[in-house]
């Protein structure tokens, strides 16, 4: 079975700095707060162009402790695309407030900054006041916050980057980072930046904010360990994970490189059988998923076992639109309907993507997926 992704290939190559660098941890024993954790946050501000990173557990604890910054209250609302992974709109109940979900782009999959306003009047008539946008880089490409920006500007609304997927990305030559009011990330090990465990972190130029979540993700925390000065959780980066993060981070840029070439190859081979992701003019891509679009109504579960019976792994981000998930049902919804989400939910397909994937691999996986839509095709003439 070729890899859907090839963390083997990636460690082979930092290997002895990954053992050098926790050989080190074991050795000081300083497993919380130590300090690789202080190394890796200006390492990563720096390649962010942040002044501030606050690493922290996972990116699902970076967004909560952004919108603890935020001073997010009960019952206020966050527009947030209904297409993302759960844990973009999770974070607002959680807080105790309300995700309303808007339209994405059909080209890019992110926030369409036309329907905002569509959202605002939805939570206008649920009596629920706007506060605030989660603007989502989904697959690795950063959404229009030239735009987004200028909306929330226009209502008095603060911007948030979920950047899980897109921390590396850029827009106009602006690194993710700064695209945002505070901009979160993800190290989950599948991330383009991926540690070996859990782990996230928020990126800001806001002094006071930074100083709140570093406070909130260690409970609290005032000057010293046991003056709790203020609600907070445990959010912290382990040691470990820093350690990790420092040898996968030397060789980050490089493997950005790869993964842009792999997508301009998969563009070659597939952009005659399937709609393939479409960037932005002013966008670079991380490109943590490769997703095409298959032609209306092909039948994609067929489609996805023919090319797993051709030893080609394929997966679906996401299934199923946020909105329409049972937990979030009841939450407001930009024009009462999202089709462009529904459209894609229903059509999209995720390849192998990494940057150590090859041209011959990529051209077994483009057959495969051509046999198998000619197969599909095949059957339904025949049925
Ligand atoms: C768009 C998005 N937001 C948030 C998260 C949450 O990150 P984590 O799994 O590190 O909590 C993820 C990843 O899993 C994600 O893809």
Redesign the pocket.
Known sequence: MIPFIDLASQQARIRDKIDHNLATVLDHGAYIMGPEVLAIEARLAKAAGAKHCISCS???DA?ILALLAQGLRPGQGVIVPSF??A??AEVMPVLGAIPVFSEVDPTTFNLDPACLGEAVEAAQEAGIDIVGIIG?GLFGQPADYAAIGAFAAENGLWVID?A??SFGASWNNVPVGQLGDLTCT?F?PAKPLGCYG?G?AVFTDDDDKAELMRSCRIHGMGNTKYENIRIGMTARLDTMQAAILDAKLDIFEDELTRRQQVADRYAALLGDLVEIPVLATAATSSWAQYTVKLPKGADRDQIAAAMQAHDVPTAIYYPVPMHQQPPYRHFPVAGGDLPVTSDLCARVLALPMHPYLDAPVQAQIADALAMAITQEGVAKIEA
């Open positions: 996972s990116g699902t967004l993302t992974f844990a973009s989502v979920d899980a997927q993800s989950f859990d996230g």
